[in-house]
């Protein structure tokens, strides 16, 4: 079971709505609020969301890791569930990375579920070994970044956003470390696990007040 750490997100193309509107479709994705902003970074408020998961493990890259888990993912929202519901795909696909000291990292892909499914999400089927994730209000700091998110591009941009936030957390308890566990979300208008404009989360609760 995923720890209850800090987490780190990328996300592609991300507007503070509940709704995003790509190639004239509505994406509904959690709704946060920003509560403050700087030149490098921003904090937002999110809101209770829950989330469909996929553990996979024995791998050592996050673009093959988000393929496999995401893979069944949309098994699972084109109707592989106990209902046979189809569920309307949502933004942003999110994936944790918790490192571990004795072996590879364990990957977490997930899915944020509509609200209308928040409390009775449909249940996925066993073989696809999916766990709901449900989610408390936290806040999250945001850095932006261009370009794809890769194995090799992401880790700079969060080693930037953990100095940019020690900084703002100068003459606080807390100091942020660069070995945190972090994850990346990523989606587009066709859904493709690929885009252009990305961000970086962290996840600050028991960190700052400023949330």
Same mark, same amino acid.
């Given at each position: 079971?995923?720890?209850?750490?800090?987490?780190?997100?990328?996300?592609?193309?991300?507007?503070?709505?509940? !709704? =995003?509107? @790509?190639?004239?479709?509505?994406?509904?994705? $959690? *709704?946060?609020?920003? &509560?403050?902003?700087?030149?490098?970074?921003?904090?937002?408020?999110?809101?209770?969301?829950?989330?469909?998961?996929?553990?996979?493990?024995?791998?050592?890259?996050?673009?093959?890791?988000?393929?496999?888990?995401?893979?069944?993912?949309?098994?699972?929202?084109?109707?592989?569930?106990?209902?046979?519901?189809?569920?309307?795909?949502?933004?942003?696909?999110?994936?944790?990375?918790?490192?571990?000291?004795?072996?590879?990292?364990?990957?977490?892909? !997930? =899915?944020? @579920?509509?609200?209308?499914?928040?409390?009775? $999400? *449909?249940?996925?089927? &066993?073989?696809?070994?999916?766990?709901?994730?449900?989610?408390?209000?936290?806040?999250?700091?945001?850095?932006?970044?261009?370009?794809?998110?890769?194995?090799?591009?992401?880790?700079?941009?969060?080693?930037?956003?953990?100095?940019?936030?020690?900084?703002?957390?100068?003459?606080?308890?807390?100091?942020?470390?660069?070995?945190?566990?972090?994850?990346?979300?990523?989606?587009?208008?066709?859904?493709?696990?690929?885009?252009?404009?990305?961000?970086?989360?962290?996840? @600050?609760?028991?960190?700052?007040?400023?949330?």
């Amino acid at each position: 079971m995923e720890k209850p750490m800090l987490n780190l997100v990328i996300v592609i193309c991300y507007l503070c709505s509940s !709704k =995003l509107v @790509l190639s004239g479709h509505a994406i509904e994705s $959690p *709704p946060y609020r920003v &509560v403050h902003s700087e030149s490098e970074f921003e904090l937002r408020l999110y809101k209770e969301s829950s989330w469909m998961s996929a553990l996979v493990q024995d791998t050592t890259s996050f673009e093959k890791a988000t393929k496999d888990g995401f893979h069944r993912l949309y098994q699972y929202i084109h109707g592989a569930n106990l209902n046979s519901s189809e569920i309307s795909i949502t933004a942003p696909v999110l994936t944790s990375i918790v490192p571990s000291v004795h072996g590879p990292a364990e990957y977490y892909v !997930k =899915l944020y @579920l509509p609200a209308k499914y928040e409390r009775t $999400p *449909p249940q996925p089927l &066993v073989e696809l070994n999916l766990q709901l994730d449900n989610w408390r209000s936290h806040c999250i700091a945001v850095r932006k970044f261009p370009g794809f998110a890769k194995d090799d591009r992401f880790s700079k941009e969060f080693e930037t956003l953990v100095n940019s936030l020690n900084k703002h957390l100068i003459g606080k308890p807390a100091i942020l470390e660069a070995e945190s566990p972090y994850a990346i979300a990523q989606y587009n208008a066709s859904y493709h696990l690929s885009g252009r404009l990305n961000e970086v989360w962290m996840d @600050l609760s028991g960190i700052t007040a400023d949330c």
